[in-house]
Nanobody, 123 residues
């Protein structure tokens, strides 16, 4: 059974860092693109970053470039999102999602989702 499980969220002060993890099981991670998305209360889900299969390419939301880094370890079936210089505006539930091979254009291009992990950045 295909499953994605996020972890690593929590409460952090403005300027701090967190590393989110996405553990994949039930499918071959190597051939999947993994996206990170976030959703704050009352706001639409937005794309944060994506890494294509085998790490051949990455992309980031323009507003997050330079602060967030996505990486993957296919041997461990893990994908990570390292977040630095966090701001209160980064507060949201963060989700990872999977789709075949290439990063999707929008969140509904993704087939499987984790349950999310809460990130709260205090000022």
């Amino acid at each position: 059974q295909l499953q994605l499980v996020e972890s690593g969220g929590g409460l952090v002060q403005s300027g701090g860092s967190l590393r989110l993890s996405c553990a994949a099981s039930g499918f071959t991670l190597d051939y999947s693109a993994i996206g990170w998305f976030r959703q704050a209360p009352g706001k639409e889900r937005e794309g944060v970053s994506c890494i294509s299969s085998r790490g051949l390419g990455t992309n980031y939301a323009d507003s997050l470039k330079g602060r967030f880094t996505i990486s993957r370890d296919d041997a461990k079936k893990m994908v990570y999102l390292t977040m630095n210089s966090l701001k209160p505006g980064d507060t949201a539930v963060y989700y990872c999602a999977a789709r075949p091979e290439h990063c999707g254009s929008t969140w509904y291009d993704y087939d499987a989702w984790g349950q999310g992990t809460q990130v709260t950045v205090s000022s």
